[in-house]
């Protein structure tokens, strides 16, 4: 799928590049990231996104000079680790560091993106102002400083009324507060042709699992059935739900891990699919997100 006209140096950094499947991705990617960040990059020959991405994306991992590593996984040939990971649409690149997913991006960002990207993993971070805004504001919605996150994204919108980075973002802080409409009136804010962008879904994902949680029980009732009988999937399962409603975010991933972890086919998958709902309505930088992906690997790759 990637080429690169440069055949010298694409010899150079051949090393830096490399295809991965199934069979050799714990040793491509678990393995190698013990020794520095491997960007795995979800890809598949229909998808024009994927397309663009690539070159840029071996451009600024060649320029890093070994700083990280590339390696490039196709879902159709090759569906199952995609599917562990929560990776929903594509090209969707994940980082990975001593072992765990620690990072990751979906679409076919802009080169400067990328470059910060690879830069934080590297230790050498160059961010613009804007891009140090969305981070510290996702930082501070994260700590459940919700006030200090929104007035963050409204500068952002001063300066971009059409970030929909900073659109997302805002909608997720209504959701966290309990004011749905109000979080679908943001959304609806954002430009027509890029009402799918992915930065938007979280906040999506949130709203239908905020209307979800609302039907449930009590969170003490639950936790006495699931102390009661540990296997009663079902109630750890609504226990998790109930817990994300109340931003328990972390108890909730823990939840349904070790539902994963006790019965993976329980429900169909449920509980893992539940998770991966959670990560994107969390997002791929909030610490549950993180906590959640290193549980559920661990317990997935073990």
Known sequence: MLTNGMNGGAAQGADLVKDTTTATFRQDVIAESMKQAVLVDFWAPWCGPCKQLAPVLEKVVREAKGKVKLVKMNI????????QLGVQSIPAVVAFVQGQPVDAFMGAVPESQIKAFVDKLSGAAGPSPVEKALTQAAERAAAGDLQGAAQLYA??????????????GMAKLYVDAGDLDRARDMLALAPPEKANDPALAPARTAIDLAEQAASLGDVADLERRVAANADDHEARFDLALALNARNRRVEAAEALVEI???????NEDGARKQLLQFFEAWGPKDEATMVGRRRLSSVLFR
């Open 155 to 168: 500068a952002v919108l001063q300066h971009e009324p059409e970030n929909v980075a900073a659109i997302g």
């Open 76 to 83: 159709d040939e090759h569906p199952t680790i995609a599917g």
């Open 260 to 266: 994963v972890r006790r019965d993976r086919s329980w």
